[in-house]
């Protein structure tokens, strides 16, 4: 991305940027062992909720959380997620990110990978268009 990896930190951690580009509403006690609490309204209504806690949090190096988003069925709920977000500059003013995103749970079929791909994606692409990151 076209920014620098303490610019990319701050955007996953500062619960103000979190509500431009990452969800609508967004409650967050950013420290290692705090927890938040994240929706997204979507433009038909509905509304997802995600929760976890901060595990790790290196300025400008890396932000890992658990995460367990609470509008899939139970039976497919996905356990103990954690999600590690790093960020390495990769030249003047661009930043690699990397995103990990491990759990436990029923096992996952190829189109469920795909789709969770899915959302990873749509959440980086909203965080550039946002114009933050």
């Known amino acids: 991305m076209p920014t620098t990896p303490d610019a990319l930190y701050a955007v996953w951690t500062e619960p103000e940027l979190m509500r431009r580009w990452y969800a609508t509403v967004v409650d967050a006690d950013v420290r290692v062992g705090g927890r938040f609490a994240i929706e997204m309204h979507e433009d038909d209504g509905t509304v997802n909720g995600f929760t976890g806690e901060y595990l790790a949090l290196v300025p400008g190096q890396r932000v890992s959380f658990t ?24 030249g003047p003013g661009r930043t690699e990110v990397t995103l990990v ?12 990978y795909d789709l969770l791909r899915e959302g990873w994606d749509l959440w980086l692409d909203l965080l550039e268009k946002s114009g933050l990151g």
């Open 67 to 90: 995460f367990t988003h609470h509008s899939q069925m139970p039976e497919r709920r996905i356990s103990d997620e954690v999600v590690t977000v790093t960020f390495r500059e990769s």
């Open 101 to 112: 995103d491990t759990w436990t749970g029923p096992a996952a079929e190829p189109s469920e």
